[in-house]
Nanobody, 122 residues
Framework: VQLQASGGGLVQAGGSLRLSCLAS????????VAWYRQAQGKEREMVAEITGGGTINYEDFVKGRFTISRDHAKNMVFLQMNTLKAEDTAVYYCTADIRQLSPAGMERGVYWGQGTLVTVSS
């Protein structure tokens, strides 16, 4: 299984970006998906998630500005980022809780994408 994140780049403050994450490989099903970010010199933090039950949660610092969504059929998750601020500058990672069917039965694992850099200039 691989997660491939894309869509990062350089944008001016107040601008928008849309991140995409594609999961590929031996995938039986995907439950929780989420976006995290890690700014230079800081710990990785959650940005937004869609739980296995479909509940959407956002961290306070992105509420009203970011929107997480997913396309079940395409095994993709998106993060629409509007009204970007300089403090949103970070490497953004997607993660997914993936179930795989193998000869040993149903297996579950949490996978991470490689990260995509978002730079917001002030």
């Amino acid at each position: 299984v691989q997660l491939q994140a894309s869509g990062g780049g350089l944008v001016q403050a107040g601008g928008s970006l849309r991140l995409s994450c594609l999961a590929s490989g031996n995938i039986f099903g995907i439950t929780r998906v989420a976006w995290y970010r890690q700014a230079q010199g800081k710990e990785r933090e959650m940005v937004a998630e869609i739980t296995g039950g479909g509940t959407i949660n956002y961290e306070d610092f992105v509420k009203g500005r970011f929107t997480i969504s997913r396309d079940h059929a395409k095994n993709m998750v998106f993060l629409q980022m509007n009204t970007l601020k300089a403090e949103d500058t970070a490497v953004y990672y997607c993660t997914a809780d993936i179930r795989q069917l193998s000869p040993a039965g149903m297996e579950r694992g949490v996978y991470w994408g490689q990260g995509t850099l978002v730079t917001v200039s002030s």
